[in-house]
């Protein structure tokens, strides 16, 4: 009994110990959760053609600068100090987003707005060496991957939004629609449904390259040669798959496109997943201007490799980063930075930075397209194509490796408010076109003007598509 009590006493001032580290532990956490609520935007909507945003400003790699943005007529007319932005423009509307980070809007250089509405075959196995193989056209022995085609307009709707929540506000494939990012692409029937001009052309070697291919072998002799299906008029970007898979036909492709590149210059060339380029032709992207766009998670979920970006890097070559669709790809570029920063881990030993994965998403992604003297930066003259997320530390692009779609505040495009996060703004401030709310987050959108369609049946259309704000049956990054 009396060993007993000496035993309760001296647990005692440990079970207050523990008790205290408990209540630190709540308060953390609870303090952190209040801090990421509470990061708010305050807003002062006025009758005036200018907008003045404030906060962190992400210009280039080396980190952050707290200052202001004046916009006007779609544009960033100016950028500094804010007590020097708002004495220039003293009757303009503000967002001043203080403690949160305020960056140029993420550009998706590779997506399939048309493509992109369903979620993964559970049957996908990383097992192929060419495109062609999952998709049906190399033989009956392999498996053939379903998905769908999205016909839809308030379903296309529902895919770029889930980009646009996300922070991405210039997308890169066919079958856009009109109001929410900005589409790059190239029809010949329709050339204003893009608002930038892109050819990008899925099938550059046929629909069965295998087949269109099958006369040449691995290695290649130096005259060997068969050049692209390039339809598009010579001013537009160029950007074509390439070189998707692991295999001969996979490696010819790339040679056989870099060869016509050199030999046709006076366009802007990028270059679609080339998971299967030879090192040499790797080496060859910097001295051709060749944009490689990489979409990792698609790549792995499909082929079980991708392409050795420390070594394209090394060899000089400029990488934009994409999700590609959602049927092996990433739903959005937040989920694609993930993906890749798990394989450079894994493989690389951690040899990208945060800031890598930012410039790929912006200034490289913008060359890739052709228009990187008008978005992808926070510069004077650029359009005003912005992302505001979350603030947690001082490191802006680590606190954008680990951000979710909530942790997107805002997206502007052309200086418009079209999407934000509900906990960081005063609602009844905003525009009356920004009531319309999905889950934590509003759309600013004008549907009896716009489209075809109410924000009701929106909703009720996509209650089985894939989610806004949530990873969930996500393609593997195995």
């Known amino acids: 009994m009396i060993y007993t009590q000496a035993n309760a006493i001296k647990q005692e001032p440990m079970k207050v110990v523990l008790v205290a580290v408990q209540f630190l532990v709540l308060l ?16 002062s909507i006025r009758q005036s053609d200018e907008t003045i945003i404030i906060g962190n400003l992400i210009k280039d790699t080396s980190g952050s600068e707290y200052g202001a943005i004046l916009i ?12 020097d932005i708002k004495s220039k423009a003293p009757d303009a509307s503000v967002f001043d987003c203080s403690s949160s980070y305020i960056s140029p809007g993420l550009i998706n250089p590779h997506e399939h707005p048309d493509w992109s509405g369903g979620f993964p075959d559970p049957m996908t196995r990383p097992v192929y060496s060419h495109r062609d193989q999952w998709r049906g056209v190399a033989g009956p022995e392999y498996y053939k991957v ?7 307009d308030v379903q296309k709707f529902w895919i770029e939004l889930r980009h646009l929540l996300s922070g991405t506000t210039t997308l890169a494939g066919s079958g856009g629609i009109a109001g929410l990012v900005k589409n790059a692409g190239y029809s010949e029937e329709d050339k204003s449904r893009y608002f930038y001009p892109a050819d990008m052309e899925t099938f550059p070697y046929g629909f069965s390259a295998t087949e269109e291919l099958m006369d040449f072998s691995c290695p290649l002799a130096a005259t060997d040669s068969r050049d692209p299906e390039v339809d598009s008029p010579a001013g537009t970007c160029y950007v074509p798959h390439i070189a998707e898979g692991t295999n001969c036909t996979a490696e010819i492709e790339g040679k056989f496109y870099l060869d016509y590149v050199s030999k046709n210059p006076g366009r802007r060339y990028s270059l679609i997943h080339g998971v299967g380029l030879s090192r040499s032709d790797v080496e060859r992207l910097k001295g051709l201007d060749v944009t490689l ?6 790549n792995v979920a499909l082929y079980g490799s991708t392409v050795d970006i420390p070594n394209a890097l090394r060899a000089g070559a400029r990488v934009a980063i994409s999700t590609d669709w959602s049927y092996s790809g990433s739903y959005n570029l937040l989920e694609e ?20 994965y930012w410039r790929m998403a912006t200034e490289h992604g913008a060359y890739s397209l052709s228009v990187e003297n008008l978005t992808g930066k926070l510069e004077q003259g650029f359009a005003a194509d912005i992302m505001i997320f979350r603030r947690r530390t001082n490191d802006p692009f680590a606190d954008l490796l680990s951000s979710q779609v909530s942790d997107v505040i805002a997206t502007f495009v052309d200086g418009e408010l079209l999407s934000g996060y509900s906990g960081s703004f005063d609602l009844s401030k905003l525009p009356a076109q920004c009531s319309h709310h999905i889950g934590q987050h509003f759309i600013c959108v004008d549907y009896a003007r716009d489209y075809s369609f109410s924000h009701e049946e929106l909703l009720s259309s996509n209650k089985e598509a894939v989610p806004l704000f949530s990873p969930d049956r996500q393609a593997n990054c195995e």
Do not use: M, Y
């Open 28 to 43: 953390v956490l609870f303090g952190c959760e209040s801090t990421r609520h509470s990061q708010r935007c305050d807003v």
């Open 72 to 83: 006007r007529d779609s544009r960033i007319v100016d950028i500094g100090e804010t007590k």
């Open 293 to 298: 766009i990489w979409s990792p998670r698609s």
């Open 146 to 152: 379903k998905f769908e085609r999205v016909e839809e």
């Open 337 to 356: 930075f993930r993906c890749a920063e798990h394989i450079d881990n894994a493989k690389w030993d951690d040899h990208l930075s945060g800031g890598d």
